[in-house]
Structures are given as structure tokens and as C-alpha cells.
């Protein structure tokens, strides 16, 4: 069974702060990973995605992801935080390649101090 | 990009009546649809897959005689919280894939609220 593990229930950082989000994954096979970000009493969107290829992506909003199969690793960054990026992030692995069921972290609430 | 709704965003119900949610793809077919529970400060749960013209799959320790899933059409999915007790307050999520893709585009959510 695969399952992700984000160690860091919550992060303060300090706006024009650099961010790093941890996101650990367990899966037997090459994953799909993704990072969604969601606000207060919203639904998800999507910051990045990998599926293959080039192990360092780039989302939106400013924010990238490494992918280092070596570490079982795929975390989240941001060079500058905005007071905006407050909110919560959660890691995804792709259940299997025949199927689209996600399996998420538990979660990372990232608060901005001024 | 694919959007997601859901209907209502926020319901208030009696203990003991049922609730119907639903999920819609907008601008895109959905074969399969995902249902999503998300208790306060906690992670997401997948409830069940929604499959249009099939029975939903349910994932283990989900009652599927209290949570009732139809995919009646490729674009639309509802979820039917039946009996509905406090222990049901939740915020349910839907998502659907773009395609043979992992990739799912979420819907906005809906509180249940059950006095």
C-alpha cells in the first residue's frame, strides 16, 4: 500500500521568506506526485504535478518541486514567501498507473508572519 | 482549465433527514469521479469512486447503504448522505480526472452541517 507522509503539521515563515515543504512518499512503483493548496473552507487547486521527465518542476504561484527518487522525496518550494501563500498544503501520490485515486498527506498549514 | 462544481456549498440539516450533494464537470466528461471526506484540520479521505453506468466503489470502513453515489450521466455525480447523524458533519470534496491522466480537478467542497 503506498502512503505519504508531510512531517511538518505546521510552518511559520516570514513573508519574503524562502519555503520548503517536506513530502515523503511510500510506492512500490515510479508515482505521480502532486502538491494541491487549499484555503479555508475551499476546495483544492493544483500547484504542480509530476509525472516524468525533468525532476525539478515548476506550478504556479511562484512555487517549484523536486523530485529525488533516491530520497523518496517531493518537496515544495518557494524563494519568496507572499503573505497570500498562508493556507494548506497537501501532497499527493497517484494510487497506481491504471487508476486516478489519490492518496494524500496529511497536510502542512503554512502561516505568514508580516 | 477543467472546473469542478459542487452543489450546495454549505447545507444545515436535521438529524435523521437525508442530504443530496452534487458534483458536476463543466466543460468536460468525467467516466469516473472521486468523493472525498475531509474532517476539520485533517487531511482528505476517499470515500468512494463514482463510475457513470456502474455501481460507485467504495473504500473500506465506508457504509454505502448511508452514503449513496449515482453517476447518472458523464457529468454529473451526487452523493445522498442518508439518515444523517452529528458524526456526519463534514466538508465533502468530488473530483474528476481530465482524462486517462491522474491528474483531477476538485470542486469546491460542501459543509454538512447535521443538528
Known amino acids: 500500500a503506498q502512503s505519504v507522509t508531510q512531517p511538518d503539521i505546521h510552518i511559520t515563515v516570514s513573508e519574503g521568506a524562502s519555503l520548503e515543504l517536506r513530502c515523503n512518499y511510500s510506492?512500490?512503483?515510479?508515482?505521480?506526485l502532486f502538491w494541491y493548496v487549499q484555503s479555508p473552507g475551499q476546495g483544492l487547486q493544483l500547484l504542480l504535478k509530476y509525472f516524468s521527465g525533468d525532476t525539478l518542476v515548476q506550478g504556479i504561484k511562484g512555487f517549484e518541486a523536486e523530485f529525488k527518487r533516491s530520497q523518496s522525496s517531493f518537496n515544495l518550494r518557494k524563494p519568496s514567501v507572499h503573505w497570500s501563500d498562508a493556507a494548506e498544503y497537501f501532497c499527493?501520490?497517484?494510487?497506481?498507473?491504471?487508476?486516478?485515486?489519490?492518496?494524500f498527506g496529511g497536510g502542512t498549514r503554512l502561516m505568514v508572519k508580516p | 482549465g477543467a472546473v469542478v462544481s459542487q452543489h450546495p456549498s454549505r447545507v444545515i440539516c436535521k438529524s435523521g433527514t437525508s442530504v443530496k450533494i452534487e458534483c458536476r464537470s463543466l466543460?468536460?466528461?468525467?467516466?469516473?469521479m472521486f468523493w472525498y471526506r475531509q474532517f476539520p484540520k485533517k487531511s482528505l479521505m476517499l470515500m468512494a469512486t463514482?463510475?457513470?453506468?456502474?455501481?460507485?466503489?467504495?473504500e473500506q470502513g465506508v457504509e454505502k447503504d448511508k452514503f449513496l453515489i449515482n453517476h447518472a450521466s458523464l457529468t454529473l455525480s451526487t452523493l445522498t448522505v442518508t439518515s444523517a447523524h452529528p458524526e456526519d458533519s463534514s466538508f465533502y470534496i468530488c473530483?474528476?480526472?481530465?482524462?486517462?491522466?491522474?491528474?483531477?480537478?476538485f470542486g469546491p467542497g460542501t459543509r454538512l452541517t447535521v443538528t
Open positions: 463514482s463510475n457513470e453506468g456502474s455501481k460507485a466503489t467504495y
Open positions: 510506492y512500490g512503483a515510479t508515482p505521480y
Open positions: 466543460d468536460f466528461q468525467a467516466t469516473t
Open positions: 499527493a501520490v497517484a494510487r497506481n498507473n491504471a487508476g486516478n485515486m489519490l492518496t
Open positions: 473530483s474528476a480526472p481530465l482524462g486517462p491522466t491522474p491528474e483531477q480537478y
